[in-house]
């Protein structure tokens, strides 16, 4: 790896295209190859985007001298054991949420993260949205007052989604609304007690044998007064794609539009009653990123029209993230510092859901989060 140019090869390139441009173009990195099992798309892909070294094989991907880093795409189920792998075989990881399906997998990570000093980042999307960012700069510069509260919520109708996606529990793809809760104070999770509500239909409840239409999880922050609320749904529940937060501070208060595309609303503390709410177009935040790759915040990058991919046309782009994301995983490997959120901090995020669903099957009981996910 020299100084300036990480060598990154994307695994899955169903969401992982999106992808491809913002490396290609990005000034200290190198996109050296691409992995897909379906040898038809990935030709149609790779030739698309001029990609000469192409694998069907990851574990053949994985023996390549050639390739710092990996970002993997793939489905939920193969995050743990494909990022465990990459870091056995001295690979950086960026790996797209959540980190893992279970609490070892996350340990194992954060072990050999520590052990063979790689990196490890979780790709989480909406740490990176316009609207997170915007809220992050009103609590770095003192404008939120003491913070007070956090509330979000990722709510998604996935019937028709493929493979794993029918009956999953809500809580084990929770990382979208825990990520923003713990990282605009860049707080850990200390314990989770979460309900289950509702029933969704026989069908799906056979999947993973979990009943719950909706689950809401409180999580009491470590070595902190805070606490936050988060909740889910994935099935059965009339609701339009909505991957909310909100915070409530001292002196102002930020809250996610009820409908997409609608302002944040802004509430100021002290003013008459009519004027303590104001609706705020979130601004872009192209400004953090290197010129080269700043379009990228507002647009598309592969799919467009009939193929547009799903994270696009429910999940509106993600915020304008995926630059971020890809500048955040390559700056820190270029100078050497820990991208957010690492491999402890996604560790803690990922485990709050995971354990908020035992939660729920528990009845709410009190489950603490392990020390391994613990900074210090």
């Known amino acids: 790896m020299s100084e300036k140019n990480i060598r990154v090869a994307i695994v899955g390139l169903g969401f992982g295209a999106e992808f491809i441009p913002i490396y290609k173009k990005h000034p200290n990195a190198e996109l050296v190859a691409v992995c897909q099992r379906n040898e038809e798309k990935l030709n149609e892909i790779a030739d698309a985007f001029d990609i000469a070294k192409r694998y069907t094989s990851y574990e053949e991907l994985l023996q390549d001298d050639e390739i710092d880093a990996v ?8 995050h743990g054991q494909q990022s465990i792998q990459a870091l056995k075989a001295g690979k950086h990881v960026a790996c797209t949420v959540p980190m893992a399906t279970t609490v070892d997998e996350c340990r194992q990570i954060v072990e050999l993260t520590e052990k063979t000093g790689l990196t490890y980042m979780m790709m989480e999307t909406v740490v990176y949205a316009r609207e997170f960012l915007y809220m992050k700069e009103l609590y770095d510069n003192g404008e939120l007052g003491k913070v007070q509260f956090l509330k979000a919520s990722h709510q998604q109708d996935m019937d028709g989604w493929p493979n794993y996606w029918p009956g999953l529990p809500p809580m084990h793809y929770a990382t979208h609304c825990v990520g923003p809760v713990l990282g605009l104070t860049r707080d850990e999770a200390e314990y989770v007690s979460c309900f289950g509500s509702g029933t969704i239909r026989e069908e799906l409840i056979k999947e993973y044998n979990s009943p719950y239409a909706v689950e809401t999880t409180h999580i009491k922050f470590r070595n902190s007064d805070l606490s936050a ?52 177009e979130s601004p872009d935040f192209a400004k953090l990123l290197p010129k080269e790759i700043q379009s990228f915040t507002t647009h598309g990058v592969y799919d467009e029209g009939d193929n547009q991919h799903l994270s696009f046309t429910q999940g509106a782009g993600h915020g304008g993230s995926h630059p971020h994301l890809v500048h955040a995983f390559v700056d820190g490997l270029v100078k050497g510092t820990s991208p957010y959120p690492n491999a402890k901090q996604s560790a803690n995020i990922t485990c709050v859901g995971i354990l908020s669903h035992e939660s729920a099957e ?15």
């Open 71 to 78: 970002h993997i795409n793939t489905p939920i189920p193969n």
């Open 229 to 280: 609320q988060v909740y889910r749904s994935l099935f059965d529940v009339a609701r339009q794609y909505r991957e909310s937060f909100e915070v409530y501070g001292s002196k102002k208060s930020v809250e996610w539009p009820l409908i997409e595309g609608k302002p944040l609303v802004v509430h100021t503390a002290k003013k008459p009653e009519p004027e303590i709410p104001e609706e705020v």
């Open 362 to 376: 528990k009845g709410g009981e009190i489950i603490k989060l392990p020390e391994f996910t613990f900074s210090k």
